[in-house]
């Protein structure tokens, strides 16, 4: 379905969650929405009279004069509002039925079913927010820990916007003035120094490479971090998954081998979601079940950003241990970091810390039965996490693939800018390369975004947002 094909209609959904609950809320969106809602709405005073952003106490009435429900209007006008249309949001009593039948009687007199983020398209389109402000609506509404919903506050107020739109705006400049420059090149008119745009151009790069830096951080505050608990058999990979829970989440047993599929359940450390994964023990097994879960356990070190080896340290550690280690280093994804868990701390062997001398890697002694290190542990898995993190008001962070290609391409093309300016090119082949620059910056806040990325985002929020 073409989300721009409806965008002169009007359209109605829930905005609240469907189900049992004390309020539902309707929002319709549109230039009819006045004349659709008075039309079932009892009251003295006519909706389409109201001044804007007042509240109004009524009855919905149905086809047959039937009261569905007592409801409170909000009302707000073109363009101060959400969507920048006409917008009144029906707050009705919660449950699956009276939402439906107010929904159903809209339809019936001529409002259309809003599709997905098409609430947050209009507000696009009429530019009450831009592209990256509209992408901060979704994330903030999955925001799952403290850190990822300030990043959504503070993209959706505009941070990443107004940074991206002064790197675009600066390269215009450049741009504009290299073109101009070209109507003057019989006479040999030279209005700007190469040198000095050749040092307007490194100080962009180098602001870009900035942001991109910061993406890998961006990513964890926005989408969480990926921890996979391996280790041999009977371990206390479970211990510790139970631990850092603070409950019986998986099971333990002195049997090796109680784990045969992986477990994953979430943690937030610091204001920070940590998406911990208990695995099946690593060793050499007859057993089909168990060879599947080991399978699986290596599929999610694959798949994780920091993987911590847990180790017994009530244990000597053997050659056959050493094999295992490197097996699961050899596993290991480039972006992926290592933890060495030696845990049973409070009962660990006397000759453990002599043979353990052959791992070079970073560890961490803690007991799950005593909790011994598991804060330091925990501040660890943080540091790893979000290393040298500027949580400075005047941070921006960027945690969006979309906007990630983006610079990377803009990069590139101030990249080949400099290296015509270099090469001794004429202003129209470094204003090419500046002009690409400029359309992925704007292909970020959607000034020059393609039909298709448009929806393709939209397409991706909940009915109703």
């Known amino acids: 379905m073409n989300t721009f094909s409806k965008q002169h209609t009007t359209i109605a959904a829930l905005a609240t969650p469907a189900g049992i609950g004390g309020i539902a809320v309707i929002r319709v969106s549109g230039n009819d929405a006045f004349s659709l809602v008075d039309s079932l709405f009892h009251v003295k005073k006519k909706l389409a009279d109201a001044e804007s952003h007042t509240l109004h106490f009524g009855s919905i009435l149905d086809a047959n004069n039937n009261v569905v429900d007592s409801v409170l209007v909000s009302v707000f006008r073109s363009p101060h509002s959400y969507t920048g249309e ?137 989408e969480g971090v990926r921890v996979a608990l391996v280790g041999k058999p009977n371990a206390g990979k479970s211990s510790l998954m139970n631990t850092l829970l603070e409950e019986e989440r998986a099971i333990v047993s002195h049997i090796p081998g109680t784990t045969r599929d992986t477990i994953e359940e979430s943690v937030t450390i610091h204001g920070l979601e940590f998406i911990f994964t208990d695995t099946a023990g690593l060793r050499e097994s007859g057993d089909i079940i168990e060879q599947e879960g080991i399978k699986r356990t290596s599929n999610t070190v694959q798949s994780s950003d920091i993987v911590c080896v847990v180790i017994d340290s009530s244990e000597i550690v053997t050659d056959e241990d050493l094999h295992l280690y490197k097996r699961v280093q050899d596993l290991l994804p480039k972006h992926a970091q290592k933890i060495y868990i030696y845990n049973k701390a409070d009962i660990k062997h006397l000759k453990f810390l002599n043979s353990v001398k052959k791992i070079e890697f970073p560890h961490i002694f803690l007991s799950c039965k005593t909790h011994e290190g598991i804060e330091e542990f925990k501040k660890l898995l943080y540091s790893i996490a979000l290393p040298n993190f500027d949580t400075s008001a005047s941070s921006v962070i960027l945690n969006n693939l979309r906007h990630k290609h983006a610079f990377e391409s803009a990069l590139s093309g101030i990249d080949l800018a400099i290296k015509s300016l270099n090469d001794g090119l004429s202003d129209d082949f470094i204003a090419v390369d500046l002009r690409r620059a400029i359309d992925y910056l704007g292909e970020i806040i959607g000034i020059t975004t393609p039909d298709d990325i448009l929806n393709n985002i939209f397409s991706k929020f909940c009915i109703g947002k």
Do not use: M
């Open 86 to 222: 006409d917008v009144l949001e029906i707050s009705c009593h919660g449950g699956y039925l009276t939402s439906k039948i107010i929904l159903d009687e809209l339809y019936r007199i001529g409002a259309q079913p809003a599709g997905p983020g098409e609430f947050t398209l209009r507000a696009f389109l009429n530019g009450k927010l831009d592209l990256a402000q509209a992408e901060a609506v979704a994330d903030l509404i999955h925001a799952k820990s403290e850190q990822s919903h300030r990043a959504s506050v503070e993209q959706l107020h505009g941070r990443l916007s107004r940074y991206t739109k002064n790197l675009r705006q600066e390269l215009l400049d450049i741009c504009s003035l290299l073109e101009l420059e070209l109507d003057f090149s019989q006479e040999g008119i030279e209005l700007t120094q190469k040198s000095e745009i050749k040092l307007k151009l490194e100080n962009i790069k180098k602001r870009l490479l900035e942001i991109l830096s910061t993406y890998s951080s961006g990513k964890h505050i926005r």
